[in-house]
């Protein structure tokens, strides 16, 4: 298995950027995925996640109501449209595979495979 994120580049307060993660091997639609960032000096955090279905959706505080997750099952990709970015929104941020076993969608544990990450910037 293997993920691909794409999409991170430099953009104003304000802007917006579609990230997204492209998986390749089967059964991609049986795992849910998550959407990870680690700016810099700082730890890795849990940003959004998909269910396998696409169905179900879960946000960090910081971005509800700005960023939306989503997938294309047929095209093996997940999305993650950010809107009304922030200075703070800056980081590299990376897609990763649920495994659904053990934690909330947020604690990173339940990830098994992850993508090399793109880097957003947001200038003020």
């Known amino acids: 298995v293997q993920l691909q994120a794409s999409g991170g580049g430099l953009v104003q307060a304000g802007g917006s950027l579609r990230l997204s993660c492209a998986a390749s091997g089967r059964i991609f639609s049986n795992y849910g995925i998550g959407w990870f960032r680690q700016a810099p000096g700082k730890e890795r955090e849990f940003v959004a996640a998909?269910?396998?279905?696409?169905?179900?959706?879960y946000y960090t505080d910081s971005v509800k109501g700005r960023f939306t997750v989503s997938r294309d099952n047929a095209k093996n990709t997940v999305y993650l449209q950010m809107s009304s970015l922030k200075p703070e929104d800056t980081a590299v941020y990376y897609c990763?595979?649920?495994?659904?076993?053990?934690?909330?969608?947020?604690?990173?544990?339940?990830?098994?495979?992850w993508g090399q990450g793109t880097l957003v910037t947001v200038s003020s």
């Open positions: 998909v269910s396998a279905s696409g169905i179900s959706t």
């Open positions: 990763a595979r649920d495994t659904g076993l053990g934690g909330t969608a947020a604690y990173s544990g339940r990830y098994d495979y």
